[in-house]
C-alpha cells in the first residue's frame, strides 16, 4: 500500500508539472522574496479561490515559479504566472490548513537567481463565490456603454447581470448604478435606471419592481443605499450631484453635491420617508450596523453664502469656489427594529477637526470596528490622490494603524510598494 501511495504521489506530480518550463538547475541564491504583482507574499487565502495569477513586478528575461504542496507540483512560466484551473484546484486541496510553498526564478543575462521562497496560506473557509460589478471605460465623456456584471471567484467566469444599451436609443440614452444587496442575498437587489426610463429597480423574493421616489418634499430620488440587514427597509441618500474639473490641482476631476438628504423606503409599503434633510448639512453614503440598530452616515456642515434667488447654477459654483472647505464628518442614528424609528444623530469621527474629509463608513461584521476613506476634503474620493482608508475602534476610539491596506504609488519607478 505504502509503494502504491508513493508511486501515485509521483505520477501526480509529474502530471501537475505540465503548465511551463523546467525549474532551472544551477542558479544564484537572493536575499530576499521576490517583488510580485499582486503581492500574495505569505497571504491567507480560502480554498475555493480562483487560481492565484501574479507577475513578477522587476526586470527579468525570463520567469519561471514553482508552487507545490504536500507532493503535489505545478510549475509555470513566462512573466505572468497563470496556473491552470485544474492544476490550481489539487494544489489547493492538498494544502488545506497548510500552505503552497512558491518559489520564483528570474533569468536575467544568461543567469539564472532563485528569490527567496514565500508561502500562500489555505484556509478551509470559504467565500461567496460571486462578486458583482458595473462595468464600464474609466471616462469622462460616456456613461452609457456599461453593463452591471458578475464574476465567479472559483474559476474568474463572467457573465452579464443587465446590459444599459439594451433599453437606450440614439435620442434617448440611460445610466445604470449603485446596485446593492440585502447582506449578499442575490433574491433581494436593486439598481437604479436614470434618465430614459429610469426608475430604481427592486427585486424582493422573486418581486421585481421598478419605483420612482422623488416627490416634492425630497431633492432626488435615491442615489447611494443602504438595505437593513434583514428588513424590508432600504435608506438612501437623495443627492443633486455635479461634475467639475481642477485647473491647478493634481485632483483633476471633482464630483460634488450641491445639496444632499437621506430617506428611508419601505418596499413592503412603498413608502418614502425623510430621515434627514438640514438645509445646511450635506448628509451621504448611509451604511447599516451588522445589528441593524444603527445607521452611520457622512455630513458636511455647509451654508450658502449665495441666496436661493440667484439659482442653482450660481449656487452650484459657490461649492466648486469653496471645495476645500468641505469636510464631511461621521455619524450615527440609532434605529429600533420594532417601531421602525430614528433616534437623533451622534457624531462618531470629527474629521473637519483634523482638517479632513471623511466618507465610506463600513462596520465589521462584529459591530467593533469602522472603517471609511478620508482625504482633504470633498465627497467623491475615488478621483483624490491623497484618499486613504483608515479604520476606528467604536468601543475605545482608538484610531488603528492600516498603512498596511493603503499602497503607495511609486509613478517615477511605475511599482506598487507598501509604506514602511
Same mark, same amino acid.
Given at each position: 500500500?505504502?509503494?502504491?501511495?508513493?508511486?501515485?504521489?509521483?505520477?501526480?506530480?509529474?502530471?501537475?508539472?505540465?503548465?511551463?518550463?523546467?525549474?532551472?538547475?544551477?542558479?544564484?541564491?537572493?536575499?530576499?522574496?521576490?517583488?510580485?504583482?499582486?503581492?500574495?507574499?505569505?497571504? !491567507?487565502?480560502?480554498? =475555493?479561490?480562483?487560481?492565484?495569477?501574479? @507577475?513578477?513586478?522587476?526586470?527579468?528575461?525570463?520567469?519561471?515559479?514553482? /508552487?507545490?504542496?504536500?507532493?503535489?507540483?505545478?510549475?509555470?512560466?513566462?512573466?505572468?504566472?497563470?496556473?491552470?484551473?485544474?492544476?490550481?484546484?489539487?494544489?489547493?486541496?492538498?494544502?488545506?490548513?497548510?500552505?503552497?510553498?512558491?518559489?520564483?526564478?528570474?533569468?536575467?543575462?544568461?543567469?539564472?537567481?532563485?528569490?527567496?521562497?514565500? $508561502?500562500?496560506?489555505?484556509?478551509?473557509? $470559504?467565500?461567496?463565490?460571486?462578486?458583482?460589478?458595473?462595468?464600464?471605460?474609466?471616462?469622462?465623456? !460616456?456613461?452609457?456603454?456599461?453593463?452591471?456584471?458578475?464574476?465567479? /471567484?472559483?474559476? %474568474?467566469?463572467?457573465?452579464?447581470?443587465?446590459?444599459? @444599451?439594451?433599453?437606450?436609443?440614439?435620442?434617448?440614452?440611460?445610466?445604470?448604478?449603485?446596485?446593492?444587496?440585502?447582506?449578499?442575498?442575490?433574491?433581494?437587489?436593486?439598481?437604479?435606471?436614470?434618465?430614459?426610463?429610469?426608475?430604481?429597480?427592486?427585486?424582493?423574493?422573486?418581486?421585481? $419592481?421598478?419605483?420612482? @421616489?422623488?416627490?416634492?418634499?425630497?431633492?432626488?430620488?435615491?442615489? %447611494?443605499? &443602504?438595505?437593513?440587514?434583514?428588513?424590508?427597509?432600504?435608506?438612501?441618500?437623495?443627492?443633486?450631484?455635479?461634475?467639475?474639473?481642477?485647473? =491647478?490641482?493634481?485632483?483633476?476631476?471633482?464630483?460634488?453635491?450641491?445639496?444632499?438628504?437621506?430617506?428611508?423606503?419601505?418596499?413592503?409599503?412603498?413608502?418614502? !420617508?425623510?430621515?434627514?434633510?438640514? #438645509?445646511?448639512?450635506?448628509?451621504?453614503?448611509?451604511?447599516? $450596523?451588522?445589528?441593524?440598530?444603527?445607521? %452611520?452616515?457622512?455630513? &458636511?456642515?455647509?451654508?450658502?453664502?449665495?441666496?436661493?434667488?440667484?439659482?442653482?447654477?450660481?449656487?452650484?459654483?459657490?461649492?466648486?469656489?469653496?471645495?476645500?472647505?468641505?469636510? %464631511?464628518?461621521?455619524?450615527?442614528?440609532?434605529?429600533?427594529?420594532? !417601531?421602525?424609528?430614528?433616534? #437623533?444623530?451622534?457624531?462618531?469621527?470629527?474629521?473637519?477637526?483634523?482638517?479632513?474629509?471623511?466618507? /465610506?463608513?463600513?462596520?465589521?461584521?462584529?459591530?467593533?470596528?469602522?472603517?471609511?476613506?478620508?482625504?482633504?476634503?470633498?465627497?467623491?474620493?475615488?478621483?483624490?490622490?491623497?484618499?486613504?482608508?483608515?479604520?476606528i475602534d467604536l468601543q475605545t476610539g482608538e484610531q488603528h494603524d492600516v498603512r498596511r491596506f493603503n499602497l503607495v504609488e511609486q509613478w517615477q519607478v511605475g511599482h506598487l510598494q507598501q509604506p514602511p
Amino acid at each position: 500500500m505504502k509503494k502504491c501511495l508513493f508511486l501515485f504521489v509521483a505520477v501526480a506530480a509529474v502530471l501537475l508539472s505540465s503548465c511551463g518550463p523546467e525549474v532551472p538547475k544551477q542558479y544564484g541564491q537572493a536575499d530576499r522574496a521576490p517583488r510580485i504583482y499582486p503581492d500574495y507574499v505569505d497571504v !491567507t487565502v480560502p480554498v =475555493n479561490i480562483a487560481p492565484l495569477t501574479f @507577475m513578477l513586478d522587476e526586470p527579468a528575461d525570463e520567469v519561471v515559479a514553482r /508552487l507545490s504542496a504536500s507532493g503535489v507540483e505545478v510549475v509555470c512560466g513566462n512573466h505572468k504566472i497563470i496556473p491552470e484551473q485544474n492544476e490550481w484546484r489539487q494544489l489547493v486541496d492538498a494544502a488545506v490548513e497548510k500552505a503552497i510553498q512558491v518559489e520564483v526564478y528570474a533569468k536575467n543575462g544568461g543567469q539564472w537567481m532563485r528569490f527567496k521562497p514565500f $508561502s500562500i496560506h489555505v484556509s478551509s473557509d $470559504s467565500i461567496d463565490p460571486y462578486i458583482s460589478y458595473r462595468l464600464i471605460s474609466p471616462s469622462y465623456v !460616456t456613461y452609457e456603454e456599461l453593463t452591471i456584471n458578475q464574476r465567479c /471567484l472559483e474559476n %474568474y467566469d463572467e457573465s452579464v447581470v443587465y446590459d444599459n @444599451m439594451l433599453c437606450g436609443t440614439e435620442e434617448s440614452g440611460q445610466c445604470i448604478n449603485c446596485h446593492n444587496y440585502q447582506m449578499y442575498n442575490p433574491q433581494r437587489m436593486q439598481f437604479h435606471a436614470r434618465q430614459f426610463h429610469g426608475g430604481t429597480v427592486i427585486a424582493y423574493d422573486g418581486a421585481l $419592481s421598478k419605483v420612482n @421616489m422623488k416627490n416634492d418634499s425630497i431633492l432626488s430620488a435615491g442615489v %447611494y443605499p &443602504a438595505w437593513h440587514p434583514w428588513l424590508q427597509l432600504i435608506v438612501y441618500s437623495t443627492n443633486k450631484t455635479h461634475q467639475s474639473f481642477h485647473v =491647478n490641482d493634481l485632483n483633476k476631476i471633482e464630483v460634488f453635491d450641491s445639496e444632499s438628504d437621506l430617506i428611508a423606503y419601505d418596499v413592503k409599503r412603498n413608502e418614502v !420617508t425623510n430621515i434627514e434633510n438640514d #438645509p445646511d448639512e450635506f448628509e451621504c453614503y448611509p451604511a447599516w $450596523s451588522p445589528d441593524g440598530k444603527w445607521l %452611520y452616515y457622512c455630513s &458636511a456642515h455647509f451654508v450658502h453664502e449665495v441666496p436661493d434667488s440667484l439659482g442653482e447654477k450660481e449656487r452650484n459654483t459657490e461649492v466648486i469656489s469653496r471645495a476645500y472647505d468641505v469636510k %464631511y464628518n461621521l455619524y450615527r442614528k440609532s434605529f429600533n427594529p420594532a !417601531t421602525m424609528a430614528f433616534g #437623533p444623530r451622534e457624531l462618531v469621527f470629527d474629521a473637519a477637526a483634523v482638517d479632513k474629509s471623511a466618507t /465610506l463608513p463600513r462596520i465589521s461584521p462584529d459591530g467593533r470596528y469602522l472603517l471609511f476613506t478620508m482625504a482633504q476634503y470633498g465627497v467623491f474620493h475615488i478621483w483624490h490622490r491623497d484618499a486613504d482608508l483608515h479604520m476606528i475602534d467604536l468601543q475605545t476610539g482608538e484610531q488603528h494603524d492600516v498603512r498596511r491596506f493603503n499602497l503607495v504609488e511609486q509613478w517615477q519607478v511605475g511599482h506598487l510598494q507598501q509604506p514602511p
